[in-house]
């Protein structure tokens, strides 16, 4: 069964570095997201991406973050200067192509995440 | 007023009970409704899909939405321990790249 896959697993950075995480969605899937869940906390949404621009992104998603989709598979999420408080796990998803009908086009599948810790 | 609010319990049952988890939201433009179970440090795994109101049933699971009411509804019949999770419920409309907004999740524990 297809998957999103995300690298690395775990991820421990000093406070001020630069982090990439990175993500494979789903191969014929065209919406790609970010959330991020710090431990114990509710996932938050960070930033949605279709059509090689971002369609949305909330007020977590600061100049300090940026997204990329540099080919036609791998999808990054950069933070440029790391704060403590990005320690989470960051979650990539994806969900097919948006169609006329309610088939499948809504659904939200999850990689297993990266964990950041900031130190 | 949250966009979802959800109960995060916890929620403590024996096994083979029937377990109502719900959720309630503000934005009528939500159009597609998910319910998500976690297990600790993992990513959220779904286990039902359904858009606009009505109900779904799959295998012991029960999802009902009513968006009069702006209500949704997950039901695990003759639960097991292996359903000890948290429950998301999550939601989204057609605007913003589809951004799918979570509730807080529901911790649930069966007890064998």
């Known amino acids: 069964e297809p998957e999103v896959t995300q690298t690395p697993s775990h991820q421990v950075t000093q406070m001020g570095q630069e982090v990439i995480l990175r993500c494979v969605p789903i191969?014929?899937?065209?919406?790609f997201y970010w959330y991020r869940q710090i431990l114990g906390q509710k996932v938050e949404f960070l930033v949605s991406?279709?059509?090689?621009?971002?369609?949305?992104k909330s007020e977590i998603f600061d100049d300090q973050f940026s997204v990329e989709r540099p080919d036609g598979s791998n999808f990054t999420l950069k933070i440029r200067s790391t704060k403590l408080e990005d320690s989470a796990m960051y979650f990539c998803?994806?969900?097919?192509?948006?169609?006329?009908?309610?088939?499948?086009?809504?659904?939200?599948?999850f990689g297993e995440g990266s964990r950041l810790t900031v130190l | 007023q949250k966009e979802v609010e959800q109960d995060p319990g916890p929620l403590s049952v024996p096994e083979g009970a029937i377990v109502s988890l719900n959720c309630t939201y503000s934005n009528s433009a939500f159009q597609y409704f998910m319910w998500y179970r976690q297990y600790s440090r993992k990513g959220p795994e779904l286990l039902m899909y359904t858009y606009s109101s009505g109900n779904k049933e799959d295998g012991r699971f029960t999802a009902q939405v009513d968006k009069s009411s702006k209500y949704i509804s997950l039901f695990i019949r003759d639960s097991q321990p292996s359903d000890s999770a948290t429950y998301l419920c999550a939601m989204s409309g057609n605007t913003g790249g589809f951004k799918t907004i979570f509730g807080a999740g529901t911790r649930l524990f069966v007890k064998a």
């Open positions: 991406f279709y059509n090689n621009e971002i369609s949305e």
């Open positions: 998803a994806s969900r097919p192509r948006q169609g006329r009908t309610s088939s499948n086009t809504g659904e939200l599948f």
């Open positions: 191969s014929n899937h065209l919406y």
